[in-house]
T-cell receptor, first 109, second 116 residues
Framework: GQNIDQPTEMTATEGAIVQINCTYQ??????LFWYQQHAGEAPTFLSY??LDGLEEKGRFSSFLSRSKGYSYLLLKELQMKDSASYLC??????????WGAGTKLIIKP | GAVVSQHPSRVICKSGTSVKIECRSL??????MFWYRQFPKKSLMLMAT?????????EQGVEKDKFLINHASLTLSTLTVTSAHPEDSSFYIC????????????FGQGTRLTVV
């Protein structure tokens, strides 16, 4: 079957760095997306990885290892507004996004 | 990024009535649109995938006669919840994708449906 494994919840301090890990199993693979979702709102796109390695975009970076079925999202210089759920969503062979429940990130002052 | 507009953002309706939710891609042509529902603290659940001009493909367990999807143009898809019941109360979200299947899907703002 297809599944996503992310920690349910993480807590970090404002100004610090946090890494959210994601392992996945899919039928085929056409890249992996990270989305941010604030409570009561729709997800917003953060990053897309299709090749192994690190993609950096401002305070956010995303890493992919296809052989290990592993990705992480790295958030630097954390701000209070980063408190949200972070969704790891790989795309399967049918170009369908596979969604897990996401990781709720709590930022403390 | 591209803009997807979903309307209404909130709706309260009486049990037994129907509700239509619109999803529009404002600055690109959405070849494919996806409809999700999400319960609190749960993952997005794909309800159906629609391609412009063709019938929607529904996921297993989703009643196509209850959740009517129309994707008549490259910029508009609608979801109609027919004969709504309180258990249909949920957060409904659409997303749209252009012609390249391996690009990100852009999400609408979501619709909070409450059936009383």
């Amino acid at each position: 079957g297809q599944n996503i494994d992310q920690p349910t919840e993480m807590t970090a301090t404002e100004g610090a760095i946090v890494q959210i890990n994601c392992t996945y199993q899919t039928s085929g693979f056409n890249g992996l997306f990270w989305y941010q979702q604030h409570a009561g709102e729709a997800p917003t796109f953060l990053s897309y990885n299709v090749l192994d390695g690190l993609e950096e975009k401002g305070r956010f970076s995303s890493f992919l290892s296809r052989s290990k079925g592993y990705s992480y999202l790295l958030l630097k210089e954390l701000q209070m507004k980063d408190s949200a759920s972070y969704l790891c969503a790989p795309m399967d062979s049918n170009y369908q996004l596979i969604w897990g429940a996401g990781t709720k990130l709590i930022i403390k002052p | 990024g591209a803009v997807v507009s979903q309307h209404p953002s909130r709706v309260i309706c009486k049990s037994g009535t129907s509700v239509k939710i619109e999803c529009r891609s404002l600055d690109f042509q959405a070849t494919t649109m996806f409809w999700y529902r999400q319960f609190p603290k749960k993952s997005l659940m794909l309800m159906a995938t629609s391609n412009e001009g063709s019938k929607a493909t529904y996921e297993q367990g989703v009643e196509k006669d209850k959740f009517l999807i129309n994707h008549a143009s490259l910029t508009l898809s609608t979801l109609t919840v027919t004969s709504a019941h309180p258990e249909d109360s949920s957060f409904y979200i659409c997303s749209a994708r252009g012609t390249d299947r391996d690009t990100e899907a852009f999400f609408g703002q979501g619709t909070r449906l409450t059936v009383v």
